[in-house]
Structure formats: structure tokens, C-alpha cells
């Protein structure tokens, strides 16, 4: 069974960075699409990046489009979220999801993690 545990989240002031890790461990998720959704209060929660089993296809929800970055490292069994220029409105717990889809985590998101709250003070 997959287990996604991820860290990184925090308290910022907008306009800065912070980067979140998901680690995968109990199965190698390399042959899987990785990526992130996130969850503000009152809302639903949505997709934020995905990327494909190899890391040569990543695509992003438009909000954060030019100011977030996915990426994985398969030797490690981990998934990176760098995050710049952070808004109030960036503010939600960020979820870890790896998927049965080679290429879009979006499709039949199996595994999740926990959570990790980033929080963008204006």
C-alpha cells in the first residue's frame, strides 16, 4: 500500500516561496502520474499540477501557471511543488495524489496524503 507523506508547507508573506515534497514509500510510484491538489476553507478541492510518470510532461491549473513548478525525482520516489510569488489566495492545505494514469494525475487519483498547510499573508 502507497503511503504519500508531505512536508514543506508554512507561513509566508505574499509574494514569497516556499517548496513542498510529497515522499512516496510501501511501492515505487515511477510508473505513475504525480501531482497536487489543494483545499481553502469552505471550498472544494481542486487540482493545482500534475505530472506525467517520466516528469516530461507537466501541466498547471491557471491560477498558478508561471509562478508554480512541479517536478519529481523517480530515484527518490518523490514529488516537488516550488512555489513563488505567493498570494492570499494560495492559501489551502496541499494534498500529495499519485494516480493509476501514466500521464494525468486527474485520472482515477488513487493514493493520497495528508496534507500540508501553506498559508500566504497579505
Known amino acids: 500500500q502507497v503511503q504519500l507523506v508531505e512536508s514543506g508547507g508554512g507561513l509566508v508573506q505574499a509574494g514569497g516561496s516556499l517548496r513542498l515534497s510529497c515522499a512516496a514509500s510501501?511501492?515505487?510510484?515511477?510508473?505513475?502520474?504525480m501531482g497536487w491538489f489543494r483545499q481553502a476553507p469552505g471550498k472544494e478541492r481542486e487540482f493545482v499540477a500534475g505530472?506525467?510518470?517520466?516528469?516530461?510532461?507537466?501541466y498547471y491549473a491557471e491560477p498558478v501557471k508561471g509562478r508554480f513548478t512541479i517536478s519529481r525525482d523517480n530515484a527518490r520516489n518523490t514529488a516537488y511543488l516550488q512555489m513563488n510569488s505567493l498570494k492570499p489566495e494560495d492559501t489551502a492545505v496541499y494534498y500529495c495524489?499519485?494516480?493509476?494514469?501514466?500521464?494525468?494525475?486527474?485520472?482515477?487519483?488513487?493514493?493520497w496524503g495528508q496534507g500540508t498547510q501553506v498559508t500566504a499573508s497579505s
Open positions: 495524489a499519485v494516480s493509476r494514469s501514466i500521464l494525468d494525475v486527474r485520472i482515477a487519483p488513487d493514493y
Open positions: 510501501g511501492g515505487t510510484v515511477s510508473m505513475y502520474a
Open positions: 505530472i506525467s510518470w517520466s516528469g516530461e510532461m507537466a
